[in-house]
């Protein structure tokens, strides 16, 4: 009988793992570097934790379900939460800001498509307990290294909740419409807002967006509304920053992000041929998440790569490039040197393994000769081959298959041969 994988689910090959275990590695490689420490959390919990904070759209694509003891619980649909609580119950009194990342599965009921799955991954971060732009040009430089680490081409956009919120308080909007306007904005259906909220300052400020002289453009749209003035002040000081440390980005003031905790900067990052599933990146400052939680008043930011598109644009701009690694056959002559092969090959792999060397012990049992043959044939440079001789000698014999040449020699040997390629 065959079943199939659910909806919106995949299974990842061999080679696919090779090439995520490579986009993973190195963006962790940058975020270790900058000092951030990774963390795990569970891949279900109690669902109100999503329910509190995350937002309708959010909680509409939750998987939840109630266990054997009734308890009401949910796949994780992003981790943000999972860290606020985390950092409430078990890190508050460590010395901030905390600088943490993640990785893993984050499970949301969609209409599968390309790019958009019910399983999917998040490479995240998160940095608590420190306010104002130089950490939240932090995150955004910090995203955008692991792109370019990867040598993808994107495009980063910013802009600030602050403004946009301050905004529709100033102008007397209620809360229920002002989310309501965000949720369309972040649907990208700028035109629709006019249905909802019929307002020529608004309407004008979420049209704006460019470089660095949309500030100026959006000073004038703001004048006499001081508070989204003050947040529009705290983005020109980001959008310094970040020009000094020489990072390009648009400001966008129509980009507003889904979930409910952010408070300030909000970014975008995105790609181009990916279609409509063109964002790769989310995140921002959500200054007032802790809490609900019932953690002190912590301010935060952070970000998640969609992984998934990540792995996807890496594919399409021909940018998905994992080093190779060179495969060395292990071959006993005869079944009575197995046991010996088996030794020789795990000590290759314990001197090898931090190397560019894969260890291969050919336990088929076929004729020595195949083994040589098909070495040959898939173009592999090296077999080491070990019988009875080799055995009593403590060595090996090193089969060079470009040169056809071939000598016996010791592990030590063998290693440092490799190695120095
Ligand atoms: P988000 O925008 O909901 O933010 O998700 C982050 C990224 O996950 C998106 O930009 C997208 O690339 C990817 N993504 C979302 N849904 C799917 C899906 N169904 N299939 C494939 N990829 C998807 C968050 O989740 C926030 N927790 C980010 C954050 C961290 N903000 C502050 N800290």
Same mark, same amino acid.
Request: charged share 30%; glycine share 10%.
């Given at each position: 009988?065959?079943?199939?994988?659910?909806?919106?689910?995949?299974?990842?090959?061999?080679?696919?793992?090779?090439?995520?275990?490579?986009?993973?590695?190195?963006?962790?490689?940058?975020?270790?570097?900058?000092?951030?420490?990774?963390?795990?959390?569970?891949?279900?919990?109690?669902?109100?934790?999503?329910?509190?904070?995350?937002?309708?759209?959010?909680?509409?694509?939750?998987?939840?379900?109630?266990?054997?003891?009734?308890?009401?619980?949910?796949?994780?649909?992003?981790?943000?939460?999972?860290?606020?609580?985390?950092?409430?119950?078990?890190?508050?009194?460590?010395?901030?800001?905390?600088?943490?990342?993640?990785?893993?599965?984050?499970?949301?009921?969609?209409?599968?498509?390309?790019?958009?799955?019910?399983?999917?991954?998040?490479?995240?971060?998160?940095?608590?307990?420190?306010?104002?732009?130089?950490?939240?040009?932090?995150?955004?430089?910090?995203?955008?290294?692991?792109?370019?680490?990867?040598?993808?081409?994107?495009?980063?956009?910013?802009?600030?909740?602050?403004?946009?919120?301050?905004?529709?308080?100033?102008?007397?909007?209620?809360?229920?419409?002002?989310?309501?306007?965000?949720?369309?904005?972040?649907?990208?259906?700028?035109?629709?807002?006019?249905?909802?909220?019929?307002?020529?300052?608004?309407?004008?400020?979420?049209?704006? $967006?460019?470089?660095? !002289? +949309?500030? &100026?453009? =959006?000073? /004038? #749209?703001?004048?006499?509304?001081?508070?989204? *003035?003050?947040?529009?002040?705290?983005?020109?000081?980001?959008?310094?920053?970040?020009?000094?440390?020489?990072?390009?980005?648009?400001?966008?003031?129509?980009?507003?992000?889904?979930?409910?905790?952010?408070?300030?900067?909000?970014?975008?990052?995105?790609?181009?041929?990916?279609?409509?599933?063109?964002?790769?990146?989310?995140?921002?400052?959500?200054?007032?998440?802790?809490?609900?939680?019932?953690?002190?008043?912590?301010?935060?930011?952070?970000?998640?790569?969609?992984?998934?598109?990540?792995?996807?644009?890496?594919?399409?701009?021909?940018?998905?490039?994992?080093?190779?690694?060179?495969?060395?056959?292990?071959? $006993?002559?005869?079944? !009575? +040197?197995? &046991?010996? =092969?088996? /030794? #020789?090959?795990?000590?290759?792999?314990?001197? *090898?393994?931090?190397?560019?060397?894969?260890?291969?012990?050919?336990?088929?049992?076929?004729?020595?000769?195949?083994?040589?043959?098909?070495?040959?044939?898939?173009?592999?440079?090296?077999?080491?081959?070990?019988?009875?001789?080799?055995?009593?000698?403590?060595?090996?014999?090193?089969?060079?298959?470009?040169?056809?040449?071939?000598?016996?020699?010791?592990?030590?040997?063998?290693?440092?041969?490799?190695?120095?390629?």
């Amino acid at each position: 009988m065959k079943i199939e994988n659910p909806k919106g689910t995949r299974d990842f090959t061999p080679t696919v793992m090779r090439d995520r275990e490579y986009v993973e590695k190195t963006m962790s490689n940058v975020l270790e570097g900058f000092n951030f420490e990774k963390i795990s959390t569970p891949i279900f919990e109690y669902s109100e934790l999503f329910e509190l904070k995350s937002g309708e759209d959010i909680k509409n694509r939750m998987y939840t379900f109630d266990d054997k003891g009734g308890r009401k619980l949910c796949l994780r649909p992003e981790l943000t939460a999972s860290v606020a609580r985390m950092f409430s119950n078990e890190l508050r009194n460590l010395p901030k800001p905390l600088r943490l990342f993640y990785f893993g599965p984050m499970f949301r009921y969609e209409e599968p498509q390309k790019g958009r799955y019910r399983e999917f991954y998040q490479l995240g971060v998160e940095l608590l307990g420190v306010s104002g732009v130089f950490s939240d040009a932090l995150a955004i430089y910090a995203a955008c290294e692991c792109l370019k680490r990867l040598g993808l081409d994107f495009e980063l956009q910013i802009n600030s909740l602050g403004v946009v919120r301050g905004l529709l308080e100033e102008l007397g909007v209620d809360d229920k419409v002002s989310g309501k306007l965000i949720t369309l904005l972040d649907e990208g259906k700028r035109d629709g807002v006019k249905e909802v909220l019929d307002d020529e300052i608004f309407g004008r400020l979420i049209k704006i $967006s460019g470089g660095k !002289k +949309s500030l &100026g453009e =959006a000073e /004038k #749209v703001l004048k006499g509304f001081d508070k989204a *003035l003050a947040a529009l002040s705290e983005l020109r000081d980001l959008a310094i920053l970040l020009d000094s440390a020489a990072i390009a980005y648009t400001i966008d003031f129509g980009i507003v992000r889904g979930l409910d905790y952010y408070t300030g900067t909000v970014f975008e990052i995105r790609v181009s041929g990916l279609g409509a599933q063109n964002q790769i990146c989310g995140g921002g400052r959500y200054d007032n998440l802790i809490e609900v939680f019932g953690g002190p008043k912590t301010p935060a930011v952070g970000f998640a790569f969609g992984f998934d598109r990540v792995c996807e644009a890496l594919i399409l701009q021909s940018k998905l490039k994992p080093p190779e690694k060179k495969v060395v056959v292990v071959a $006993s002559v005869s079944g !009575k +040197s197995n &046991g010996y =092969a088996l /030794k #020789v090959a795990g000590e290759l792999v314990r001197n *090898l393994s931090e190397s560019k060397f894969i260890v291969d012990l050919d336990v088929s049992g076929r004729k020595l000769k195949k083994t040589l043959e098909q070495a040959s044939n898939t173009g592999l440079g090296w077999v080491v081959i070990v019988g009875e001789k080799e055995e009593k000698e403590e060595k090996i014999t090193l089969r060079d298959m470009e040169k056809n040449s071939q000598k016996t020699v010791t592990i030590a040997e063998v290693v440092k041969l490799l190695t120095s390629f």
